[in-house]
């Protein structure tokens, strides 16, 4: 004997059809209460969401449960308690829906201030990378006056920083160097000599030395030769 199933009523095809078509529906305006407890728990929370602000009727007996569902789901079970425990010991009680939309906009303002406070923190720490990081410096061309050793001696590295140790020192040996040289020159007076013998006016042989010097000339005359010999004839007494 063949089975016979009971053919499905219309109403059930009905609620088939819309909940499968969820995602298109825009509200819920004139549908009976009992069907939309067979429709509604299928929604997720954005479709709860569209439906609920765009619907004008009340749906607090309808959609109640399932608000408390998603903010169990979203906050936790441990705060769901808490609100609940809340509410007894207050006296004072709030639609789920209430509660979601308190408790969202909460978490928005608290993860607004959790995201600006890591954008200062990862701009501070950025900075301070920067701040150690090598900086190249402009070389400057050498003057056109030039020290000894064309320009690349002691100068030069005056006009320098460094802040290694062998450099500075380095630096310092070659301005003593330069110190030292500086002060043999202005001391060290070129000489030439030159001895010219002549006869003076009296007829006695002299010597003349003539002594260059940086700002002046000297010529020293001395007599020579028959003066020492006159000063040896002279009679003993």
């Known amino acids: 004997m063949e089975s016979w199933r009971k053919p499905r009523s219309l109403v059930d095809l009905c609620v088939e ?5 969820l995602r298109q529906v825009n509200h819920v305006d004139g549908i009976a209460t009992e069907l939309l407890k067979r429709i509604l728990p299928h929604c997720t929370l954005p479709q709860l969401k569209h439906i609920v602000k765009n619907t004008h009727m009340d749906l607090s007996e309808v959609t109640d449960p399932l ?9 936790g079970e441990d705060h769901t308690n808490l609100v609940i425990n809340r509410m007894k010991e207050s006296g004072i009680y709030y639609t789920w ?3 979601f939309e308190v408790k969202e906009k909460q978490q928005e303002k608290l993860e607004d201030k959790m995201l600006k406070k890591i954008t200062l923190k990862f701009q501070a720490e950025k900075a301070e990378k920067q701040s150690k990081q090598i900086k190249l410096c402009t070389k400057v061309p050498p003057s056109s006056k030039r020290s000894f050793y064309a320009g690349g001696g002691p100068s030069s590295l005056s006009n320098c ?7 500075k020192k380095a630096r310092m040996e070659a301005n003593s160097r330069a110190r ?3 002060a043999i020159q202005k001391n060290t007076f070129p000489r030439s000599s030159q001895q010219i013998r002549m006869s003076s006016s ?7 030395t003539t002594v260059h010097r940086p700002n002046s000339t000297i010529t020293i005359t001395k007599p020579i030769g028959s003066n020492r010999q006159i000063q040896n004839s002279r009679p003993k007494f």
Request: glycine share 2%.
């Open 17 to 21: 059809k819309a909940i499968d078509n």
């Open 180 to 182: 030292l040289q500086s």
């Open 161 to 167: 920083s460094y802040k290694s140790p062998i450099l």
């Open 202 to 208: 009296s007829g006695q042989p002299v010597r003349t």
């Open 97 to 99: 829906r209430e509660l």
């Open 67 to 75: 608000w408390r569902r998603f903010y169990r789901q979203q906050f």
